[in-house]
């Protein structure tokens, strides 16, 4: 099997991310009038969702440190499938908000695990590109979500469609995953050498694997031990990348991302656009603009390096915030609001080469083996935790400070993140996971 194949159908996990993330928005405008929900329970079956992610995430790590990265995707595809479904069929508020606690749930899990299994799996001169297939499968089912949305807006029961849909990407994952490898990194850390082997072997179409298992089998002597207590996260060879991940974690978040995605089409009604439907035609276009730059990104990973491609993005990123909070504070209408909508899209442009595909690659890459899957968790429980806060908090802070001055916070939050990211986030560009562990376990960071 082409091992492109298989990174497209491992990387799947990312599209039950995104659609979900998407769809919710769309299909809410259905439901708060078929289950007479106030603005209160509106949040409420938004919001848990994001809660059960956070939990998911917790778990994941142990979960696939214990079973193994492809048992755990598979039981995380069957949950997201049986999720969807009772949310689609919910026939009262109580069931419809625990199928979207098993969605949520599944989310979690599959943001975490996802790029970890493939990180584990990629060759290192290509492991840019294969883990933020991940990335660009959010961005996709972001999109996908909006057409979905739209299609099935017309009939009263559309929304159960539109969350019923959200299934076929977990019945492919589950299917995909029955015919892929364990990770062999994973496999290594338990014991069995020889089923290492194979999966390497499978993973690299026959070629000759000795020098990667080699690799590995200095990694785990080095080691000590394949699965370490959580206590070796505080050490000083851990310290680092648990500062660099959790901190990438917040910042991905309080730099504003999910404002524009879960508010886009408010923002830009506010900004002066004429219609509700033309300003979800400018929010569609900005989601295809994420899914265009996820993929510039994927082609630059392995050349330019993660290190450049945020310093660049974050810059990007200060200088159109600033740009869209200056509109605001300006009055922009009219013919100038267009210029609001061109900056957010620049925003999301150099979030998708930058911080979106760089912090879920950095995490699968800088943790130590023996404790890489709990390192994941905590850094995505952080990313889940701030993406709620985030979303929670944005509307109250427009009705109390206003628009301008909100996405001035949002710019003084990038500048950090672009200091934090100068001083900490080390360069992993061509170095195998072994390499990477190596050079920061000998000294406290890489160059």
């Known amino acids: 099997m082409n091992f492109t194949v298989i990174a497209i159908i491992a990387g799947l996990g990312g599209l039950l991310f995104g659609y979900d993330t998407g769809v919710i928005s769309g299909a809410l405008l259905f439901i708060r009038h078929v289950f007479h929900l106030g603005p209160a329970m509106q949040g409420v079956v938004v919001a848990i969702a994001l809660g059960a992610a956070a939990v998911g995430a917790a778990f994941a790590g142990t979960l696939s440190d214990k079973f193994g990265r492809r048992p755990v995707l598979l039981v995380t595809a069957a949950v997201f499938v049986l999720g969807a479904l009772l949310s689609a069929a919910a026939w009262s508020v109580a069931i419809l908000l625990a199928g979207r606690v098993l969605v949520g749930g599944a989310i979690g899990v599959a943001s975490m695990l996802t790029p970890l299994y493939l990180s584990e799996m990629s060759p290192r001169d290509k492991r840019g590109a294969v883990v933020t297939i991940n990335q660009a499968y959010i961005t996709i089912g972001i999109v996908v979500s909006y057409g979905v949305g739209y299609l099935f807006s017309h009939g009263g029961d559309g929304w159960r469609w539109m969350l019923a849909l959200g299934a076929l990407p977990g019945v492919i994952l589950f299917a995909g995953m029955l015919v892929l490898p364990e990770s062999p990194r994973w496999l290594a850390g338990k014991g069995h050498r020889e089923a290492a082997r194979k999966s390497l072997a499978f993973l690299r179409g026959g070629r000759d694997v000795e020098a990667e298992l080699r690799d590995l089998r200095q990694d785990l002597a080095r080691e000590g031990r394949a699965t370490a207590p959580w206590s070796v996260l505080l050490e000083p060879r851990a310290r680092m990348p648990l500062i660099v991940g959790i901190g990438l974690a917040v910042f991905q978040q309080i730099t504003g991302i999910n404002t524009v995605i879960y508010f886009a089409p408010t923002i830009f009604q506010k900004a002066g ?108 429980i952080a990313n889940w935790a701030f993406n709620m806060l985030v979303s929670i908090t944005f509307l109250d802070l427009v009705h109390g400070l206003g628009r301008g001055p909100t996405f001035l916070i949002y710019a003084a939050m990038t500048l950090i993140t672009l200091v934090f990211t100068w001083f900490l986030v080390p360069e992993t560009k061509g170095r195998s996971l072994e390499q990477i562990e190596a050079a920061l376990e000998g000294e406290g960071r890489l160059a």
């Not at 569609?284 to 330019?304: C, E, Q």
């Not at 993005?313 to 061109?342: K, R």
């Not at 925003?347 to 404790?371: K, Q, R």
């Open 273 to 380: 656009l004429s219609s509700a439907s033309v300003s979800i035609l400018a929010t569609a276009g900005v989601g295809l603009v994420n899914v265009v730059m996820t993929f510039v990104a994927m082609r630059l990973l392995d050349s330019a390096g993660r290190r450049r491609l945020l310093l660049v993005g974050l810059s990007g990123m200060l200088v159109t915030l600033l740009a869209v909070a200056g509109g605001f504070m300006a009055g922009m209408q009219g013919g100038l609001a267009w210029v609001t909508v061109i900056s957010v899209a620049a925003y999301v442009a150099f979030f998708a080469i930058g911080l979106g595909p760089v912090f879920w690659l950095l995490i699968a890459e800088i943790f130590p083996l023996a404790v890489r899957g709990r390192g994941m968790s905590l850094a995505t």
